[in-house]
């Protein structure tokens, strides 16, 4: 059985990639973010610090549990992407919300990271058949079961002592 620190790194491994994945979807292939990408990759990063600070400082439940309340968040933010896909008409583009993400430090300082220049319901080109957003559910979806599991495996090592 896989140690939950392995899980952790591996975990936070695969988060920073899918944002190295989306940059480069970005910076390659012209697949400009939206507002709901832009706050997906706050949520995958911080899913990726949740769980490298919980791996390296040995402080395991903890970094699985803000790594866990991301993840959560992803699911939600990748909900609303998924149905503005579904409905046609309903969008998400340049609108308060992506006024204020630009605004955000980290989207001056990043404009190539955090800057939303693209609009939701445009994000339907697909790789392997899936779109990008549906990636992004599956991604979150996994992520987010593989850290329930290691905070449960912590909890049943904790009242086997």
């Known amino acids: 059985m896989p140690r939950s620190r392995s899980v952790l790194l591996t975990i936070s491994f695969i988060s920073f990639a899918l944002v190295a994945v989306a940059v480069?979807?970005?910076?390659?292939h012209d697949m400009l973010p939206?507002?709901?990408?832009?706050?997906?990759?706050?949520l995958f990063l911080g899913?990726?610090?949740?769980?490298?600070?919980?791996?390296?400082?040995g402080k395991l439940r903890l970094g699985a549990g803000v790594a866990l309340l991301a993840a959560l968040g992803g699911l939600g933010v990748v909900g609303k992407h998924l149905?503005?896909?579904?409905?046609?008409?309903?969008?998400c583009g340049i609108?308060?919300?992506e006024t204020?993400?630009?605004?955000?430090?980290?989207a001056t300082l990043m404009p190539w990271l955090f800057k939303a220049e693209g609009l939701c319901e445009s994000a339907t080109d697909g790789i392997l058949g899936l779109s990008i957003p549906q990636w992004s559910a599956l991604w979150f979806v996994l992520l987010t079961l593989?850290?329930?599991w290691v905070l449960r495996m912590r909890q049943a090592a904790r009242q086997a002592r």
């Open 24 to 28: 480069y979807l970005q910076l390659v």
């Open 100 to 106: 204020l993400l630009n605004k955000f430090p980290t």
């Open 47 to 57: 899913i990726g610090i949740g769980a490298l600070a919980g791996a390296l400082s």
């Open 34 to 42: 939206c507002p709901l990408c832009v706050i997906q990759r706050y």
């Open 146 to 148: 593989s850290l329930v």
């Open 95 to 97: 609108d308060p919300m």
């Open 83 to 91: 149905y503005v896909l579904a409905n046609p008409g309903f969008s």
